[in-house]
């Protein structure tokens, strides 16, 4: 898996398997990304709904979550 990741220029997640923090963080923000993307309306192309997740996590997302300091 590692080296299917690396053939791909991915690299693996580096949080541990299992552990609760990481999902919860991803799964906040999933379903922040379905109630305000996701199901406000009917997207006619896929090209349309990644511009809109684009321009919301690049606008709003970003600007609202806790930045480090």
């Known amino acids: 898996f590692v080296e299917l990741l690396?053939?791909?220029?991915?690299?693996?997640s580096m949080g541990k398997v299992g552990a609760c923090g990481d999902n919860a963080?991803?799964?906040s923000f999933f379903a922040l990304l379905?109630?305000?993307?996701?199901?406000?309306?009917?997207w006619s192309s896929r090209e349309?709904?990644?511009l809109a997740i684009v321009g919301w996590i690049?606008?709003?997302?970003?600007?609202r979550r806790r930045q480090r300091g």
């Open 6 to 12: 690396a053939c791909n220029g991915l690299q693996g």
């Open 25 to 27: 963080a991803m799964e």
């Open 34 to 42: 379905q109630r305000n993307v996701l199901d406000r309306r009917r």
């Open 48 to 50: 349309e709904l990644r």
């Open 58 to 63: 690049e606008t709003t997302y970003h600007r």
